[in-house]
């Protein structure tokens, strides 16, 4: 996975501490980014890049009611987490009472994944067995499922 910020070699300030309002854990999380002015260019390009970073300086502060929605906080805390920083993340488990998480590597997610979709393929598999003996059982009658549960195997080999 690939992010829109620019790269940093520095340690992200302020993800290593325990914050004590969910407001700051995201300003962390913004600093790792690259800060107010180069989050909010990616997640507003068509505002003036000032206007942009005061709005997100007016969403981080608790005392404005101008606030993220779901899929621009989603992709704070993913890019941030690219970064090292789970600021944001932490905040959350331990404010809701979750054990802390682990992030995982893309390579772990892919294989995740991978051995998902085989146990669905296996699944799908049986049903494909069970639809094709049924069809049989029925004398034949209904040739054209038993025709297309041929065709879902030959898909799965």
């Known amino acids: 996975m690939t992010t829109d910020f620019p790269d940093t070699d520095w340690e992200p300030r302020g993800c290593m501490m325990a914050h004590d309002t969910f407001e700051e854990a995201l300003?962390?999380?913004?600093?790792?980014?690259?800060?107010?002015?180069?989050?909010?260019?990616k997640f507003w390009p068509a505002k003036d890049v000032y206007a942009a970073r005061d709005y997100?300086?007016?969403?981080l502060n608790p005392h404005r009611k101008e606030k993220l929605d779901l899929g621009e906080l989603l992709k704070l805390l993913?890019?941030?987490?690219?970064?090292?920083?789970?600021?944001?993340?932490?905040f959350l488990t331990a404010h809701?009472?979750?054990?802390?998480?682990?992030?995982?590597?893309?390579?772990?997610?892919h294989d995740e994944l991978q051995r998902k979709m085989l146990q669905t393929a296996d699944r799908m598999q049986k049903l494909a067995d069970r639809m094709f003996d049924a069809a049989k059982r029925d004398g034949g009658a209904d040739h054209a499922a038993a025709v297309g549960i041929a065709q879902l195997r030959q898909l799965r080999a």
């Open 27 to 41: 300003q962390a999380s913004v600093a790792a980014c690259g800060g107010n002015k180069a989050v909010a260019a």
């Open 56 to 59: 997100l300086a007016a969403c």
């Open 78 to 90: 993913r890019d941030a987490r690219l970064r090292g920083c789970h600021a944001g993340m932490e």
């Open 96 to 109: 809701l009472s979750y054990a802390p998480t682990t992030p995982i590597t893309p390579a772990e997610e």
